[in-house]
């Protein structure tokens, strides 16, 4: 069974740092664009990042651009999100996706060509 487990999630203030880090096991990861989503209460889940198979493919959604980084590690099957100068607005569940569905060299970013979710690591950001 695939599985993509999120951590690294919490409170913070307003500027500081988190690093959330997601697991897959049951399926190497090597291959496939790996993303990260967020959603807050009554909103729709958003992109946040995504990285294709080898980090040579990278984008962001323009709030986060210049504060997160995306990486993995494809040795170890770990993706993580590397947030700096986190706002009030960054609050939500993160959540982890792959798109499973074929391997490929080039990026994609739609939520729907995600095929595998992780459950989610909250992250709080007090003003």
């Known amino acids: 069974q695939v599985q993509l487990a999120e951590s690294g999630g919490g409170l913070v203030q307003a500027g500081d740092s988190l690093r959330l880090s997601c697991a897959a096991s049951?399926?190497?990861?090597?291959?496939?664009?790996m993303g990260w989503f967020r959603q807050t209460p009554g909103k729709e889940r958003e992109f946040v990042a995504a990285i294709n198979w080898d980090g040579s493919e990278i984008d962001y959604r323009g709030s986060v651009k210049g504060r997160f980084t995306i990486s993995r590690n494809n040795g170890r099957n770990t993706v993580h999100l590397q947030m700096n100068s986190l706002k009030p607005e960054d609050t939500a569940v993160y959540y982890c996706a792959a798109d499973f569905s074929t391997a490929r060299y080039t990026l994609v970013t739609e939520m729907h060509r995600f095929n595998t979710w992780g459950q989610g690591t909250q992250v709080t950001v007090s003003s």
């Open positions: 049951g399926r190497a990861i090597g291959s496939y664009v």
